[in-house]
């Protein structure tokens, strides 16, 4: 892979890990996880998996779901920039 070739592209649907920085609390993961459902994804058991910082400082959340389109992951990720609670989506 070149800086020219992103890679392979995704096929929908596909099996996605989102990862989500915040700092800890119950609103941080409520947060998160109320706008994810908002853009019509179920979350299976064990879709969430979450762990600390170092330091206790951050918590960072990995959502795994059923992607349905660029689309749908476009919005979840400008949704996620919006929230206050979250420092950073990959």
Request: aromatic share 8%; charged share 25%.
């Amino acid at each position: 892979m070149t800086e020219r070739d992103p890679g392979p592209a995704l096929q929908f649907p596909c099996e996605f890990p989102l990862k989500v920085f915040g700092r800890p609390g119950p609103e941080f993961e409520s947060a998160v996880l109320e706008i994810v459902r908002r853009h019509g994804v179920d979350l299976a058991e064990g879709a969430v998996s979450a762990r600390a910082s170092r330091n206790g400082n951050y918590l960072a959340l990995t959502v795994t779901f059923q992607a349905r389109s660029r689309h749908q992951l476009d919005a979840i990720y400008q949704d996620l920039v919006r929230c206050r609670d979250v420092v950073m989506a990959l």
